[in-house]
């Protein structure tokens, strides 16, 4: 039998919750050798995600040994979906007993990371009433606005984070993408160059800067269609030159583009690559499991956080190095310390057992105890809005 004629389980757990029904979909595509995860709320499609398999692909359905291993991967992401979003569901109940302003803020970014649009709003609307004066919670507000399709309370709602605060390229950029969705391009390009004056190598902002000119050349006629074409691939050329690794393709591509058609299929191909490096479901994981650090700490079980530092760590090699991924590496370090320092207290005690001389156990014993409370108080206490 050929692999693409093989069928490996497809694995479907249901969850329902407040009057909506949620289901995760986990199967393995053998022609890609990755694992597809799919959420469905109420039977339509909101996200998905594709994870590669390190293994080789199987090539012949002989291969047992090699099934029983994609078997086995596809089964655990699977269950770590289902676990996320049933935790998901009792951080929100707990959250509405306890939760402060950045928590709720938090929480609403995983809910955004897995396209669950009116869950991250809900969130965010909380995080308002508690910290009325937080920026960044009316910036991410504003883009669910912006993906439910409500332009204007999208722009509204960038601006209110622009009064805050408008030392923040984000902000500004993300206000321009919503006069962008409104066809209002000079506006568009206007918070455009205002986020570039604070990050001069915002690799998104010159790839939407670029459209910006494409779409206005199409409807501004021919007298200035040369103009705004060259403005829009001297956008693209830099937002290539800010962060995509080097392809000669690519290069060769921004070499003869000359054409409205060439330009558009540059944007494309930049989107595209644009989005596959994106840092965005791994900085919603981080806020998952800072909230589970802070708000669940004893169900969080420790082959959790081993795969967590793994997959974090993985991301930073591979080039997302940014100081927010560095921070919550930190965080989850300290959180990881704590079952070492069980593991210590409970030698130490098996040491007092065996030895006869006591006093070098029980010093050692207050101190890894006394470590231990240091830390639980530290989680205890430390800040979302970090």
Not at 14 to 22: P, Q
Not at 36 to 64: G, M, Q
Not at 164 to 170: K, V
Not at 232 to 253: S, T
Request: charged content about 30%; glycine content about 4%.
């Amino acid at each position: 039998m050929p692999m693409d004629e093989l069928r490996l389980p497809k694995h479907k757990e249901k969850i329902g919750y407040r009057g909506n029904s949620y289901a995760v979909e986990t199967e393995y595509d053998a022609l890609l050798n990755r694992v597809s995860v799919r959420l469905f709320k109420n039977r339509r499609l909101v996200s998905s995600r594709s994870i590669r398999i390190k293994e080789a692909p199987v090539e012949k359905a002989s291969d047992r040994t090699e099934i029983e291993k994609i078997k086995e991967k596809t089964a655990y992401y699977h269950r770590e979906e289902y676990a996320l979003l049933l935790s998901l569901f009792e951080l929100s109940q707990k959250l509405k007993l306890s939760g402060d302003g950045p928590s709720h803020h938090s929480l609403g970014l995983v809910f955004l990371g897995r396209e669950l649009l009116e869950e991250a709003k809900e969130e965010f609307l909380i995080a308002l009433i508690k910290t009325p004066n937080y920026s960044p919670v009316y910036n991410h507000l504003g883009i669910v606005y912006l993906k439910l399709g409500m332009i204007e309370e999208s722009i509204k709602t960038f601006q209110t984070a622009l009064k805050i605060n408008p030392d923040f390229a984000d902000y500004h950029h993300n206000l321009g993408t919503a006069f962008l969705e409104k066809k209002s391009y000079l506006e568009a390009e206007k918070e455009f160059q205002e986020a570039l004056k604070l990050n001069p190598r915002y690799q998104e902002v010159y790839l939407n800067l670029g459209f910006s000119c494409l779409e206005r050349g199409g409807i501004e006629g021919d007298t200035s269609t040369e103009t705004i074409l060259k403005e829009a691939l001297d956008n693209f050329k830099k937002a290539y030159q800010f962060g995509f690794k080097k392809d000669l393709r690519m290069e060769e591509l921004l070499q003869k583009a000359f054409t409205w058609e060439d330009l558009s299929r540059i944007y494309m191909l930049l989107k595209s690559l644009l989005t596959e490096g994106s840092s965005w479901e791994i900085k919603s994981l981080c806020d998952y499991f800072r909230l589970r650090f802070k708000y669940d700490p004893k169900a969080v079980e420790k082959k959790e956080v081993e795969d967590y530092l793994l997959q974090l760590s993985r991301e930073i090699v591979e080039g997302k190095n940014y100081p927010d991924l560095r921070y919550s590496l930190a965080i989850s370090y300290t959180f990881y310390s704590r079952y070492f320092l069980k593991l210590a207290e409970k030698q130490f005690q098996n040491f007092m057992q065996l030895f006869r001389e006591k006093d070098r156990g029980v010093t050692n014993l207050t101190v890894s105890q006394e470590l231990g409370k240091k830390v639980e108080a530290w989680l205890e206490e430390f800040h979302m809005e970090t």
